[in-house]
């Protein structure tokens, strides 16, 4: 197995979180090789994976306490947040793999949610406890909707990804941007009243798999089930920060998330018009679409 290379985008400044953070990714990494070996399976993959959740709670318990002493505003939340993945998101998964045995597809599904997971959680949550306050950027453009969609996304690659987005068009009519595979998620949000909203997020395959091959310290070549489970997760919790600031989604509550394909994307166009359709650029000429339907 290669050795694993540490990303500096995910570094703190706060030592000990990033040293942890550095170890939980070298459990990860070292999960995702075992489980390509199938004669490892499944008992070094149980074994591994209760080490990462040993690990994980310990981590948690020595961040809380750090937060505490330094009095961080954001404390009950972060530890809300902690609390909702060791009681419920990790038992979760877990059961899913013993009733599997342990199958290969149920740990990529395992290990997607909580690359995705780490991911997210570091660049936003924790990098919020190095500066020593919540984040709570403004995004809201009065009587601009699309200019306040478009400032939110913008700061949330930001925070999540380090990189710049740059608005390429307001009204993407779902032309297909890069020649490669395309990752399309449809997350779709209810109200309690019964109306449906849907968000969609395209992205490169060539973005997405540097994003996630800087968590693993190896360079990712094609797309597979962890990867799509991650990412995934990663376009939840960006659609979170998303609600935070854009008064349009107030009382949607998130129902499901479903990976489509480019072809039945481009199709909701042909169909009918959506609210809000934005292309942006984010780096070496790739681009990310981000879809309302209203």
Not at 37 to 58: M, V
Not at 192 to 206: C, K, N, P, S
Request: glycine share 6%.
């Amino acid at each position: 197995m290669e050795e694993i290379k540490w990303n500096d985008r995910f570094n703190l400044g706060v030592d000990f979180i990033d040293q942890a953070h550095q170890n939980l990714f070298s459990i990860v990494n070292k999960l995702v090789a075992l489980n390509e070996e199938a004669d490892k399976q499944p008992y070094a993959c149980r074994e591994g994976i209760k080490y990462f959740k040993s690990y994980t709670l310990k981590h948690f318990a020595e961040e809380e306490a750090y937060m505490q002493e330094i009095d961080y505003k954001g404390y009950k939340r972060h530890k809300r947040i902690h609390e909702k993945m060791c009681n419920k998101t990790l038992p979760e998964l877990e059961q899913e793999m013993e009733t599997e045995n342990f199958s290969e597809e149920s740990v990529q599904h395992f290990m997607g949610v909580c690359i995705g997971w780490l991911n997210a959680h570091i660049m936003v949550e924790d990098r919020a406890i190095a500066q020593k306050s919540e984040s709570n950027l403004v995004y809201n453009v009065p009587g601009d909707e699309v200019a306040t969609l478009e400032k939110a996304i913008g700061q949330v690659m930001k925070k999540l990804f380090q990189i710049d987005a740059k608005l390429v068009s307001a009204h993407y009519v779902g032309e297909n941007f890069y020649p490669g595979f395309k990752l399309c998620y449809r997350i779709s949000y209810r109200t309690a009243a019964g109306t449906l909203l849907q968000v969609f997020f395209i992205y490169e395959d060539r973005q997405m798999l540097k994003q996630i091959g800087d968590i693993l310290g190896r360079p990712l070549t094609k797309v597979d089930k962890t990867t799509l489970y991650a990412v995934k997760v990663i376009s939840e919790k960006f659609m979170n920060e998303i609600k935070t600031y854009f008064p349009v989604t107030d009382g949607y509550h998130r129902e499901k998330t479903e990976v489509i394909s480019f072809e039945q994307f481009a199709r909701m166009f042909r169909l009918e018009d959506l609210g809000y359709s934005l292309l942006f650029r984010t780096g070496n000429y790739e681009h990310f679409a981000f879809c309302i339907r209203l």
